[in-house]
C-alpha cells in the first residue's frame, strides 16, 4: 500500500545538519522504511543527477608495500551501507596513509563489486540473522532493548529494559556492573595483522616498476676498493735508496 501512495515534498521537513534519504525495502515478509545518510550525489557535466554516493575511509598502516584487505566488519558495513542505498548507487573508497594522511587511492565501487572472496564474510548469513531480531523484535512491546552477542556464536539475546530491575526475577542491573569498567586502565594490545591486496596496483608501483606486497630490491654493492696496508712500526720510503760508500 505504502508504494501505491502518491508522496508531497510540501509533507516532508528538511534536516537541519544531515541530509537523508528513505528508500522502502522489501525484507523476507517485512516491509522497511529505511532511512540513511545522504553523503554525496554525483552529477554529469550538464548538472542531471547520476546516482547517490557512500564514502568510506580505509586507513592504511602498509603503505611501503600496498594497500590492505577488507576485514569482515569493514566489508559488511561497506556492503550492507550500499545494499539499503536506492538501487545504482556507488562506494567511494578512499585509501589513506595513517602516517602522513595522504590520499593513496580512490576507488569508486558498485554493490556486486564490494565482496571478496578472500575475506570471510557472507551476506546470506548475517541477513538471515537480522531478519530473525527484526521479526522478533516486531512482536515485543514498545520498549528499551539491548542486544547481546557473543563472538563466534550465531545466535543473538534480546534483552529488555525494566524501570526497577531488583524487583523483577532474573533482571541484569547494567548499570552497577560496569560503571566501574571505566575507571579501570586498559590494556594496550597490538591490533591483528591485515593481509596485504597484490591485486590493487599503486601509482608508485607503477613509477618504480615493483610489484605490490614486496620490498625493495637490495641496493647493489660497491665495487671493492685495493688498498695496501703497512705493518706496524714500518714506514715507507717514496724516495730512492741511498747508496753507501765504500772507504
Known amino acids: 500500500d505504502l508504494k501505491l501512495c502518491q508522496e508531497s515534498l510540501q509533507d516532508y521537513s528538511r534536516p537541519d545538519r544531515h541530509n537523508v534519504v528513505y528508500s522502502l525495502m522489501s525484507f523476507g515478509k517485512l516491509l522497511l522504511l529505511v532511512r540513511s545518510?545522504?553523503?554525496?550525489?554525483?552529477?554529469?557535466?550538464g548538472g542531471h543527477f547520476k546516482w547517490f554516493v557512500h564514502v568510506r575511509p580505509k586507513l592504511e598502516y602498509q603503505p611501503d608495500f600496498g594497500v590492505e584487505q577488507l576485514t569482515p566488519g569493514e566489508m559488511c558495513r561497506e556492503w550492507i551501507s550500499t545494499y539499503i542505498m536506492p538501487p545504482d548507487s556507488r562506494l567511494v573508497r578512499v585509501r589513506i596513509n595513517a602516517f602522513t594522511s595522504e590520499v593513496m587511492l580512490v576507488e569508486q565501487l558498485k554493490h556486486n563489486q564490494i565482496l571478496d572472496h578472500r575475506v570471510p564474510f557472507s551476506p546470506g548469513t548475517s541477513m538471515k540473522m537480522l531478519l530473525s531480531v527484526l521479526e522478533k523484535v516486531q512482536s515485543l512491546p514498545v520498549g528499551q532493548f539491548l542486544?547481546?552477542?557473543?563472538?563466534?556464536?550465531?545466535?543473538?539475546?534480546?534483552?529488555?529494559?525494566?524501570?526497577?530491575?531488583?524487583?523483577?526475577?532474573?533482571?541484569?542491573?547494567?548499570?552497577?556492573?560496569?560503571?566501574?569498567?571505566?575507571?579501570?586502565?586498559?590494556?594496550?594490545?597490538?591490533?591483528?595483522?591485515?593481509?596485504?591486496?597484490?591485486?590493487?596496483i599503486l601509482p608508485q608501483h607503477w613509477q618504480n616498476w615493483r610489484v605490490p606486497a614486496t620490498f625493495e630490491p637490495r641496493p647493489p654493492n660497491p665495487p671493492p676498493t685495493t688498498q695496501r696496508h703497512l705493518q706496524p712500526g714500518k714506514k715507507k720510503n717514496k724516495g730512492k735508496k741511498k747508496k753507501t760508500k765504500q772507504t
Open 147 to 200: 542486544l547481546t552477542h557473543n563472538p563466534g556464536d550465531v545466535h543473538i539475546c534480546i534483552h529488555q529494559g525494566v524501570d526497577a530491575p531488583a524487583s523483577r526475577k532474573g533482571a541484569y542491573d547494567l548499570h552497577s556492573s560496569h560503571k566501574l569498567a571505566a575507571t579501570e586502565p586498559v590494556k594496550e594490545t597490538r591490533p591483528p595483522w591485515v593481509p596485504l591486496d597484490p591485486s590493487i
Open 37 to 45: 545518510d545522504l553523503q554525496a550525489v554525483c552529477r554529469s557535466a
